[in-house]
């Protein structure tokens, strides 16, 4: 069975971003890119059932900017097998990204797809469901864990939801994105990085995939948010409740 | 095998629960064969340290884990019942004794699977030697994978990048090659590296002459050169003692992005995000550096993601690690280095370095300005610089010379303060900061500068000291440096010559004289500001670095530190938050970021001197001139103050490593790809 990982580009998660004077984004020149976070525990996952003999190849895609290339090589140095480099050099939005990944399905023939449950950058949380929507395949979000069962053809996933932990059983093929808590990736070591430089990484356009890139989505602006403002030590329960009332209006 | 895996306690960590099934089965072959290999001892000693770190959890009381040199105690308080889960081979040695160590039941053994028994011994007082010199350790630094290049680099900086493109420059002139391969402990090349920056390009002309078509990130050529001297509310122009028609005021950080790229399309391989923690020896002589293990806990014990660090073994070896580099700094030592170079020891400062993005019509790109009194006085060597990058990016640093003797003093504060004066304030209004970090600086010069050569490679750039302080330039004699050591490298190589060929071609080379002429102006200011200003003027307007004398420099900076009881506290004005910050703020805008869990980075050689020496007789001063809050003291259940290491704050500066009074911290390298995150530095 193949699994193939999405992994996104991304604002290192320890940088301070800075929002750029005209509000049009947030500051990525200059700045430092890894793996997302949660692309970076899809891929542990992966590897995992890899080697417990459950799947015979991971395939890392990552689309965007020439840049990506770099990302894509991380993870080859991880352990994915193969990588898939889709260029498009203005940003992505998931409904885009959904498509494009339909259309490596229809080429790649995967049996499973793990993605990260959101990008840090956007924290959209949309195109592992949306993708799954696309190809009617069952989808298991918010991962803590994944068990798959070969003879069966499924996966038990338990999914993180805010009531508490949510078993669910999955038909194979499926999509199933991660959370924070499912596995620690692991480090890229020295011996890998190197071996990850004779790797493939197959490249495609949109237009190689037939699909249309539209943006459906147009960000208008983007500003920092409010300073917190500095707290007021009160002298009395009556100031508390004045203030309650007046100044933040809300008895 | 040792199968009695027992639940861990609460306070333990995950990792702890070993699932056989997910360890790379070549994880228990490199055991076995570590194991029958008897014991082996780290060449360098203890630089290791955790990374070889055996894999036992807590026992009852206190378990000394580690290896035959260090050890870690992990506190009974983490544990409960006698739960122990063991490799087998692994070493272990417990003790627990009552707080007043009257009883001691020591319990040490090896886990049986390989045919070595448990064995009972009271009263082992040396048990480094009497137990486990008997037996067989585990130490992960035993095997692992080991790598074999003609050049191992430590430091992606201007020193090592230089040195390395140079080296493939001369592989294509004589059309051979040579496998070079360079390691950087930031997390990309670049993240590690503050500095000013007025560059000279020099050395940049030498190694790539066409840097100006080839997008190189130097643009902003000097405009003006202003010096002022400043007291409390007024800033007085004092002639330019610098002449920088032809620098350009850059990001060094930028800069060595752009020579990174430059030495990968050469052919050389960077890998940042690898420490190198320990030096590789063949009898004396150098064979390599062996990078961190990646994935050991705070307590020592290996996590789930566990890497062993893998040997880079070089015919030749050039450690390019910067002002302090850990590694080099053990083998000046060890070679003797110092004495057998010019002789005086080195000499530091610490620079601490803000980039604000100022208001339009107060940016003029190109604009130089130093200053140099308050805050400082009459007796602390230091001062300010500002210089406008473009895109309305101004680099503005306070450099302390590190010999100063109040151990009050707090060189983060001192730069705080000097934001408010007038003449800095008025250019600051209404801008904001972009990136904070903090770097200790070489200020020895000539005087200071070791022999670099030792078996098997040489040292190269800051680590060595080429910084001309007159000029506050050392940029270019990095460079300039490392490509020495290239060419020397290299016909050692090919032709079989002596290394010893880069001490003769520094000698010769501009290098040695332009320090050589600089080397009176900063011992003169041993005696005061003043006689300082004096000598400098007259060096040079008058002698011009001809006197036939050569000042000598003071005592090391760590001894320089006078004891607290013979000076006041120094308060100083809180931060304001727009101006200045405190400290935690400007932390976060280093984008510095490690691991938490791993073991502290920082040693202590005597745990003891921080609450026995350092806090009573001088106050604490690491608590002061760290620019990162890393040592604190804070109290403990009884109200005693105690010294605690937020680690993970480090900003990688060693000042510490050079301050602390009797030497007893000691700077080493965490996981690689930790540290500050500098990008417009």
């Known amino acids: 069975m193949k699994i193939m990982v999405a992994i996104k580009r991304v604002v290192d998660y320890a940088v301070k971003i800075r929002v750029k004077p005209d509000k049009s984004g947030v500051e990525t020149q200059n700045v430092k890119m890894s793996m997302n976070p949660f692309c970076e525990i899809a891929l542990e996952e992966a590897l995992r059932i890899k080697e417990s003999g459950l799947a015979s190849e991971v395939v890392a895609v990552s689309m965007g900017p020439p840049q990506c290339v770099d990302t894509i090589r991380t993870g080859l140095a991880m352990g994915a097998d193969r990588g898939i480099h889709v260029e498009y050099p203005d940003a992505l939005y998931p409904l885009s990204v959904a498509k494009l990944l339909k259309a490596l399905v229809e080429v790649e023939k995967p049996g499973l797809l793990i993605l990260g449950k959101q990008a840090i950058d956007d924290d959209c949380n949309q195109t592992g469901q949306m993708l799954a929507g696309l190809l009617r395949w069952p989808q298991g979000t918010f991962a803590s864990k994944v068990i798959l069962d070969k003879e069966k053809q499924a996966a038990t996933v338990d999914r993180e939801v805010d009531g508490g932990i949510e078993t669910l059983s999955l038909d194979l093929p499926a999509v199933i994105t991660t959370d924070l808590r499912l596995n620690q990736p692991r480090y890229a070591t020295l011996p890998n990085i190197m071996k990850a430089k004779s790797k493939v990484v197959k490249k495609y356009t949109p237009q190689d995939l037939n699909v249309e890139i539209k943006a459906d989505l147009e960000v208008v602006q983007v500003t920092e948010p409010p300073k917190r403002k500095v707290g007021v030590v009160l002298s009395s329960v009556d100031e508390l409740i004045d203030k309650l009332k007046n100044e933040a209006r809300v008895i | ?681």
């Open chain 2, 1 to 681: 095998m040792v199968t009695s895996f027992v639940h861990c306690s609460r306070g333990l960590r995950r990792s702890c629960s070993i699932r056989g099934a997910k360890m790379p089965s070549s994880y228990f072959s490199e055991l076995r064969s570590a194991v029958q290999n008897g014991i082996r001892k780290s060449a360098a000693g203890c630089d290791g340290g955790v990374q070889s770190s055996v894999e036992v959890l807590v026992g009852q009381g206190k378990l000394w884990s580690g290896n035959l040199r260090c050890f870690h105690s992990v506190p009974s308080s983490a544990v409960s019942g006698l739960n122990v889960l063991l490799r087998p081979g692994t070493v272990f040695h417990s003790r627990s004794d009552s707080q007043l160590g009257l009883k001691r039941d020591y319990c040490s053994g090896v886990s049986p699977g390989y045919g070595l028994g448990i064995r009972n011994s009271r009263n082992c007082s040396n048990f480094s030697r009497g137990f486990l010199g008997k037996s067989r350790s585990f130490s992960s630094s035993g095997e692992g994978e080991s790598i074999q290049y003609d050049v191992v680099i430590v430091g992606a900086g201007p020193a090592g990048l230089s040195a390395a493109i140079r080296l493939k420059q001369m592989c294509r002139g004589k059309d051979s090659d040579l496998s070079v391969c360079v390691v950087e402990k930031g997390a990309e090349v670049g993240a590690h590296i503050l500095s000013g920056n007025v560059f000279e390009p020099r050395a940049l002309d030498e190694l790539i002459p066409q840097w100006k078509n080839e997008e190189a990130p130097i643009n902003v050529p000097v405009s003006s050169d202003k010096f002022w001297f400043l007291t409390k509310d007024r800033a007085f122009s004092l002639p330019c003692p610098f002449d920088n028609k032809g620098n350009y005021v850059i990001s060094l950080s930028q800069l060595v992005r752009w020579l990174g790229k430059k030495a990968e399309e050469l052919g050389v391989e960077i890998y940042p995000g690898f420490a190198a923690s320990e030096v590789l020896y063949d009898d004396d002589t150098v064979v390599g550096i062996k990078t961190n293990d990646m994935g050991i806990s705070k307590d020592g014990t290996k996590k789930e993601t566990f890497q062993q660090g893998v040997a880079l073994k070089g015919r030749i070896t050039l450690l390019a690690e910067g002002c302090r580099g850990s590694l080099s700094e053990k083998l000046l030592r060890k070679f003797n280095l110092r004495e057998k170079g010019h002789g005086q020891h080195q000499t530091y400062a610490l620079g601490i370095k803000e980039v604000w993005e100022i208001e339009e019509h107060k940016h003029k790109p190109g604009s130089v300005i130093h200053t140099l009194g308050w805050p400082l006085d009459n007796k602390t060597y230091g001062g300010s610089f500002l210089y406008h990058m473009n895109d309305r990016q101004v680099s503005l640093g306070f450099v302390v010379a590190l010999n100063y003797g109040n151990p009050y003093l707090n060189p983060y504060e001192e730069f705080q303060k000097l934001k408010h004066h007038p003449a800095i304030k008025c250019l600051l209004d209404g801008g904001s900061v972009l990136q904070y970090g903090a770097r200790t600086l070489n200020e020895g010069g000539f005087q200071s500068i070791p022999f670099p050569v030792f078996p098997g490679g040489a040292i190269i750039g800051c680590s060595a000291g080429f910084l001309n302080v007159p000029k506050i330039k050392g940029t270019h004699t990095a460079m300039k440096s490392g490509m020495l050591a290239a060419e020397a490298a290299f016909s050692a190589l090919q032709e079989g010559s002596s290394m010893d060929m880069y001490w003769d071609a520094l000698r010769k080379s501009w290098i040695w004289e332009e320090l050589r002429l600089a080397r009176n102006y900063r011992p003169a200011f041993e005696y005061g500001l003043l006689p300082g200003l004096g000598v400098s003027a007259f060096e040079h307007y008058v002698f011009k670095g001809r006197l036939p004398f050569t000042l000598k420099h003071g005592k090391p900076d760590h001894e320089a530190t006078d004891v607290a009881k013979r000076h006041p506290p120094i308060e100083y004005p809180r931060p304001d938050g727009t101006l200045s910050f405190d400290v935690p703020t400007s932390l976060h805008r280093s984008n510095t970021n490690h691991d938490h869990d791993q073991p502290p980075h920082l040693r202590l050689r005597d745990p003891t001197v921080p609450e026995r020496v350092n806090l009573p007789e001088y106050a604490g001063p690491e608590s002061r001139y760290c620019p990162a809050r890393v040592y604190e003291y804070v109290p403990d259940e009884e109200g005693k103050l105690k010294l605690h290491i937020n680690a993970q704050n480090c900003l990688h500066c060693k000042a510490c490593d050079i301050k602390d009074p009797k030497q007893n911290i000691e700077w080493t390298v965490p996981e690689g790809g930790g540290g500050p995150g500098y990008s417009i530095m």
